[in-house]
C-alpha cells in the first residue's frame, strides 16, 4: 500500500523558472512564463485508480443524491422571498448591502455549487432532468449561467491543467497584468467576472439549444420580477451574484482549490503534521489541488472536499467525506487549508502566492464539448 501512495503522490513532476517559489523539481523548457509545468497526466485518475483498486467498496457512493432538489428549491425561495422583501429598499442603503452580502451572496454561492452539482448528474438519474432542473437553479442568480458553466467544468476534471481547454487557469495576461497586491486584490474582488468571460475569450463554444433556453428562461423571469415586483429586487439579485464571487468567505474556495500555496497549507490530520509539512514543503512537488474541512462546507454542498470531489466527480456532496473515511492513507498526508479566508488573504498580501501559481499542462486531453446533452 505505500509504495501505491508513493506512485500516487509523485505523479507529477513540475517546474518552475529558477529563482521563483515555491522551487520545482524541473525547469520547463517549454514556456518562459512563471507558471508550474507539468508533462504528465493530472494526479486525480492515478489516486481514483489506487483507491479502487485497495477500497473497491467505495464506487457504492457513486449517484445522486435525492435531497440535492430540495435543498435546491428551498435556497430559491428565500432568494425570491427576501428579494420581495427588498423591492421597497434603496439599493444603496447599509439594509439592502447588507443583507445582500450576508444572506445573499451566500444562498447564490450555494446556488453556484448547487449547479455544479447538478452539472455531474448527482440531483436526478435523468441526465435531461438534471439540465432543466439546473435553469431552476440558476434563477435566482439573474444571469443565465448553467448552460455554459456545464460543459466548460467537465473539461476542467478531464483535462485539469490543460492550457487552452481548463478555462480555470488564469490566462498570462491576468498573471502579468495583475501581479501586485493591488492586482491581486482587484482580482479576487471581481473574480466573478473574470470566471464569466475568460472562458469565452480562452475556448468560445458555439451556442446550442440549452444555451438559448438558459437564455430565455432567466431573461423572461428577469422582465417578470421587474414588471410585477420591482427593479430593486432584480438588482439584490444582481448584487448577491457579484458579491457571491468577491470578497465573500464562501468565495474563498475558488481560491484555496488549485493556486499553489507552498508552505502555506497544512498535512490534513495525524500525528507529526508539523514533521510531514516541513518535509513535502522540500521534498514533493506542489500539489494542484487542495481540500478544506472547515465548517463553510455544510453552506457550499461540501466543495472544500475538494481533492475527494477530483478524485471522484460521481460521488455526490453527501458522501465526500465517507470517501475520506474509507481511504484516509490516500489523504491524510495532502495538504489541506485551514480557512477560505485565510487562503485569499494570503494569496492577496503574499508576494510568493498569485495568478501564477497554478499547474499547467500542454498534452492535448479531452477538449471542451459544447454537446450539453452528454450525459
Not at 490543460?162 to 471581481?190: H, M, N, R, W, Y
Not at 521534498?283 to 474541512?293: A, G, K
Amino acid at each position: 500500500m505505500s509504495s501505491v501512495i508513493t506512485t500516487v503522490t509523485n505523479s507529477a513532476v513540475l517546474s518552475r523558472p529558477e529563482g521563483a517559489r515555491p522551487a520545482a523539481s524541473k525547469k520547463s523548457d517549454a514556456t518562459d512564463d512563471d507558471f508550474f509545468w507539468t508533462y504528465t497526466e493530472e494526479p486525480h485518475r492515478t489516486r481514483r485508480q489506487a483507491i479502487i483498486k485497495a477500497h473497491p467498496e467505495v464506487t457504492k457512493l457513486c449517484g445522486p443524491e435525492p435531497g440535492t432538489k430540495y435543498l435546491v428549491l428551498a435556497v430559491v425561495v428565500l432568494q425570491l422571498t427576501t428579494a420581495y422583501l427588498l423591492r421597497g429598499t434603496w439599493p444603496l442603503s447599509w439594509r439592502f448591502l447588507a443583507t445582500a452580502y450576508v444572506v445573499g451572496a451566500t444562498a447564490n454561492q450555494n446556488l453556484f455549487l448547487a449547479i455544479h452539482e447538478i452539472s455531474h448528474n448527482l440531483a436526478f438519474r435523468s441526465p435531461r432532468a438534471n439540465r432543466l432542473f439546473a435553469l431552476v437553479a440558476n434563477v435566482p442568480i439573474a444571469v443565465p449561467y448553467s448552460a455554459a458553466f456545464r460543459p466548460y467544468h467537465l473539461a476542467h476534471h478531464k483535462s485539469l491543467g490543460v492550457d487552452g481547454i481548463d478555462t480555470d487557469l488564469p490566462t498570462a495576461a491576468e498573471a502579468v497584468l495583475l501581479d501586485s497586491v493591488l492586482g491581486k486584490a482587484f482580482f479576487c474582488t471581481f473574480q466573478i467576472v473574470f470566471y464569466a468571460l475568460r472562458p469565452m475569450i480562452v475556448h468560445p463554444l458555439p451556442l446550442t439549444r440549452l444555451h438559448v433556453l438558459n437564455l430565455g428562461v432567466q431573461l423572461l423571469f428577469d422582465a417578470l420580477l421587474v414588471r410585477y415586483v420591482g427593479v430593486n429586487a432584480l438588482l439584490y439579485l444582481i448584487a448577491s451574484s457579484f458579491l457571491a464571487g468577491s470578497l465573500h468567505p464562501c468565495a474563498g474556495h475558488f481560491i484555496a482549490e488549485h493556486y499553489v500555496f507552498d508552505g502555506g497549507a497544512r498535512p490534513s490530520e495525524g500525528a507529526g503534521a508539523e514533521e510531514e509539512k516541513e518535509e513535502s514543503a522540500t521534498s514533493l512537488p506542489p500539489p494542484e489541488t487542495y481540500s478544506y474541512y472547515g465548517p463553510l462546507n455544510y453552506l457550499t454542498y461540501n466543495v472544500g472536499l475538494h481533492n475527494e470531489h477530483h478524485d471522484f466527480p460521481a460521488v455526490p456532496w453527501t458522501r465526500l467525506p465517507a470517501v475520506r473515511a474509507l481511504a484516509p492513507e490516500f489523504y491524510a498526508h495532502l495538504p489541506a487549508h485551514r480557512s477560505w479566508v485565510a487562503a485569499m488573504a494570503r494569496f492577496i498580501v503574499d508576494p510568493d502566492v498569485g495568478l501564477r501559481c497554478r499547474v499547467k499542462r500542454r498534452q492535448a486531453q479531452r477538449p471542451v464539448q459544447s454537446n450539453n446533452t452528454e450525459a
